[in-house]
């Protein structure tokens, strides 16, 4: 079974996120805010990200993009793209 880990998340506009980039630590990672502040959109665009692979492990299923994902900018008008990217290890055992 390969296991991956996740060095780095580019997030852009989707939800309350206009541009996020974090690089991750090698051990561990710990994501603290305020209720409200996105760890939830965090997690979500890391499952977005993974997408397909994620379905193939039993008893989990991925979720997709929806509209409602889209940026609303300061014009009150959805932002015309998202782009989440990930940037993983592969192989690691």
Do not use: C, W
């Not at 996120?17 to 939830?40: E, P, Q, R, S």
């Amino acid at each position: 079974m390969q296991i991956y880990k996740i060095k780095k998340l580019k997030v852009t506009h989707f939800r309350l996120i206009d541009k996020l980039n974090i690089t991750f630590n090698k051990d561990i990672n710990v994501i603290i805010a305020d209720n409200g502040a996105g760890k939830t959109t965090i997690l979500d665009a890391i499952a977005i990200g993974f997408g397909a692979m994620l379905t193939k492990f039993p008893n989990v299923s991925g979720i997709t993009f929806k509209k409602s994902d889209l940026r609303i900018n300061s014009e009150n008008k959805l932002e015309p793209f998202m782009r989440i990217e990930i940037e993983s290890t592969e192989n690691v055992l």
